[in-house]
Structure formats: structure tokens, C-alpha cells
């Protein structure tokens, strides 16, 4: 959880990944082909126990929202 709070909207997906210590698995990824900016990508990482995870969503290579469940 300590993690997962010290991620905040607006950093970058290289960021994050620094804070968490790996990469996430894509679950969803939109790219309307007008550039980068428009890309969405949403990112899960499973937490410890069954069940728990994080979501975490980024357009144009920012976080822009984030999402937890089951995280201690």
C-alpha cells in the first residue's frame, strides 16, 4: 500500500515502475492513431494476498488514475 500511495497522477510509466519495482501486465491498451498523447494503457500489478491488486491508467505516458483493492 505504501507503494502504491507513493504514486501519484502525472508521473510517467518508467517512474511508477521504479517505485514498484516491475513492470505490470497491459490489460487494456486504446490508441486513437492521432499520436502519442491520445494513447491510454492500463497497467495491473497483483499484490501479495488472492485477489489483490492495483490498476493503474496512463494517457499520453502520464498516470492519470489509479485503482486498489486488497492491498495491505
Known amino acids: 500500500m505504501e507503494q502504491y500511495n507513493a504514486c501519484k497522477v502525472g508521473m510517467t510509466y518508467s517512474q511508477v515502475v ?3 519495482g516491475y513492470e505490470g501486465e497491459i490489460v ?5 492513431g492521432f499520436g502519442s498523447e491520445y494513447r491510454t494503457v ?4 497483483y499484490g501479495r494476498t ?17 485503482a486498489q483493492i486488497g492491498l495491505d
Open 28 to 32: 487494456s491498451e486504446t490508441d486513437l
Open 50 to 66: 488472492t485477489g489483490a491488486n492495483a490498476n493503474f491508467t496512463f494517457q499520453g505516458g502520464k498516470l492519470v488514475a489509479k
Open 18 to 20: 521504479q517505485i514498484l
Open 42 to 45: 492500463i497497467y495491473v500489478y
